[in-house]
């Protein structure tokens, strides 16, 4: 019942922005914090980003600065908004949350960075 939808991936040239969303549905985001995750080829997923329940985000040092999560809560939706992309960020993106009884995953969204 309960759904993440990542969208807004694509292929971007290094130093490009791009921004993804995640639509949540069957849960009212609003009550939990909110987490970005990625995975690149042939490694571990790794924590990017995580916005809590006022707004406050916490972020990998790799993307600090670079990075902004943030959430509006009317629209059900958490955002990355992504600058200054590196080859490195190229990977799998993934939205996140935990609801307490069950962790949440959505589908996943590609990010490639190349030239």
């Known amino acids: 019942q309960v759904q993440l939808v990542e969208s807004g991936g694509g292929l971007v040239q290094p130093g490009g922005s791009l921004r993804l969303s995640c639509v949540a549905s069957?849960?009212?985001?609003?009550?939990?914090?909110m987490d970005w995750y990625r995975q690149a080829p042939g490694k571990q997923r790794e924590f990017v980003a995580r916005?809590?329940?006022?707004?406050?985000?916490t972020y990998t040092e790799s993307v600090r600065g670079r990075f902004t999560i943030f959430r509006d809560n009317a629209k059900n939706t958490v955002y990355l908004e992504m600058s200054g992309l590196k080859v490195e960020d190229t990977g799998v993106y993934y939205c996140?949350?935990?609801?307490?009884?069950?962790?949440?995953w959505g589908q996943g969204t590609q990010v490639t960075v190349s030239a």
């Open positions: 996140s949350t935990n609801t307490g009884a069950t962790e949440h």
């Open positions: 069957g849960i009212s985001i609003v009550f939990y914090a």
């Open positions: 916005v809590g329940r006022t707004g406050s985000p």
